[in-house]
């Protein structure tokens, strides 16, 4: 079974629409968690932390539940500049091993 | 502005050549990675190092080895490149043991091996 898992999409959604994602993760262990953004041909980088009582920047709001071991991001008022992959990112101190999900992919249409 | 730097954004190599990638970050960070990333599978840790001449394997070791000879550099060596070794290659770097502490990027360095 995978560490982190993501449902690649693809999502398109028309601007101003709003989007989720949710992401699962397997191990109980897993102690930080993350959302990161790629744009297509870039490296990725850190779009938000997720803590346990969810948080939120702006037009994201990012959520954990760690009973059920998974995670979400959710994007209000899509912009097109909101295209790109997006990535759910688990860490687990132990190891300082970042496990990544495949990716979901993002299209705002005008 | 933060930065980690790969030495090639594009490298061709033929089967059999041994090659070089090599990492740079000026954040003096104590952690620093080598991923793979392949359409479908995601991101892959091939190998990470959390101090100079320290080094884990991640979950795809086979056919690499890396360097870490000073704090701000990490070196991933393929002995004999193979056509299964066409990928693109991410570095990154992290500080600290904190648990929420971010992963900083290279720009990718996209190998084929013909």
């Known amino acids: 079974r995978k560490e982190v898992e993501q449902d690649p999409g693809p999502f398109n959604v028309p601007e101003g629409a709003t989007v989720a994602f949710n992401c699962t993760y397997s191990n109980s262990a897993s102690q930080s968690f993350f959302w990161y953004r790629q744009d297509c041909r870039k490296e990725p980088k850190l779009l938000m932390s997720v803590y346990s009582s969810g948080n939120e920047d702006g037009r994201f709001t990012a959520q954990l539940n760690r009973a059920s071991q998974y995670i979400s991001l959710l994007i209000r008022d899509s912009k097109l500049s909101d295209s790109a992959t997006y990535l759910c990112v688990v860490n687990r101190t132990t190891g300082n091993q970042f496990y990544f999900g495949t990716g979901t992919s993002l299209t705002v249409i005008p | 502005d933060v930065k980690v730097t790969q030495s090639s954004r594009y490298l061709v190599k033929r089967t059999g050549e041994k090659v070089f990638l090599e990492c740079v970050q000026d954040m003096d960070h104590e952690n620093m990675f080598w991923y793979r990333q392949d359409p479908g599978l995601g991101l892959r840790l091939i190998y990470f190092s959390y101090d100079v001449k320290m080094k884990e394997k991640g979950d795809i070791p086979e056919g690499y080895s890396v360097s870490r000879e000073k704090k701000e550099r990490f070196s991933l060596i393929l002995e004999s490149a193979s056509t299964n070794q066409t990928s693109m290659y991410l570095c990154?770097?992290?500080?600290?043991?904190?648990?929420?502490?971010?992963?900083?990027f290279g720009p990718g360095t996209r190998l084929t091996v013909l």
């Open positions: 990154a770097s992290t500080g600290g043991q904190g648990s929420y502490n971010e992963q900083f």
